[in-house]
């Protein structure tokens, strides 16, 4: 059974601060896909970025970055530079392709609630 | 494009009625998904569909419904509602790739549902 963890329920920091998010996997399938997405306060979800568990590069953009480990099984999140509109919660997600011709279930992490602050 | 839309915004509901949630996209996505996110326990899929004319269930499909007539359309029915179904309800569609896998979900804004 595939599960996603986000150890950190919640995270304040003050503004310009860097933060990472966590994020924990298990799956049996050796091919996958990993997700992050955020929820801000207006509650719609928002696609950040996906990575395929074939590619390990780390992945930057702009302020946020990505840093994927299969040794480990972590895909952690880091904003740089933190600003309040990054207020949100923060979804890690993970698809298997254990069923050919099924469509891939994305199954969430809990997610984290990060809290910028002036 | 708007993408995917979610009808209604907001319910309350009475224990024992009955309603059907609407979601239209307009991506010509293959892909449709349903789920529930409660507090502390992210998002959980309930049903979800690969086509039209075709739905499966997903981890928490007790007590829900779903239709997928149209290509565009996947509705989430709720025949006997009770309060432990209160919570916000998205969907979501994507693309199909090539090995069958599907790309990134593009969600709806949510519907908040409370069952009294």
């Known amino acids: 059974a595939q599960k996603v963890t986000q150890a950190q329920t919640e995270i304040s920091v003050v503004e310009k601060e860097d933060v990472t998010l966590d994020c924990v996997y298990e799956?049996?399938?050796?091919?996958?896909?990993l997700f992050w997405y955020k929820q801000p306060p207006s509650g719609e979800l928002v696609f950040l970025i996906r990575r395929n568990s074939f590619d390990e590069q780390n992945e930057i953009s702009g302020r946020y970055s990505w840093n994927f480990q299969k040794s480990t099984s972590s895909f952690n999140f880091t904003i740089t530079a933190s600003q309040v509109v990054d207020s949100a919660v923060y979804f890690c997600?993970?698809?298997?392709?254990?069923?050919?011709?099924?469509?891939?279930?994305?199954?969430f992490g809990t997610g984290t609630r990060l809290q910028v602050t002036l | 494009n708007a993408g995917v839309t979610q009808t209604p915004k907001f319910r309350v509901l009475k224990t024992g009625q009955s309603m059907t949630l609407l979601c239209a996209q307009d991506?010509?996505?293959?892909?449709m998904y349903w789920y529930r996110q409660d507090p502390g326990m992210g998002l959980r899929l309930i049903h979800y569909?690969?086509?039209?004319?075709?739905?499966a269930k997903g981890e928490v499909p007790d007590g829900y419904n779903v239709s997928r007539l149209k290509k565009q359309n996947f509705l989430l029915g709720l025949e006997s509602a009770a309060p432990s179904q209160t919570s916000v309800y998205f969907c979501?569609?994507?693309?199909?790739?090539?090995?069958?896998?599907?790309?990134?979900?593009?969600f709806g804004p949510g519907t908040r549902l409370t069952v009294t």
């Open positions: 997600a993970l698809s298997d392709l254990t069923n050919t011709g099924t469509a891939s279930k994305l199954t």
């Open positions: 799956t049996r399938d050796t091919t996958y896909y």
């Open positions: 569909s690969v086509g039209e004319g075709t739905t």
């Open positions: 991506m010509n996505h293959e892909y």
């Open positions: 979501a569609s994507s693309f199909v790739l090539r090995d069958r896998s599907s790309y990134e979900q593009y």
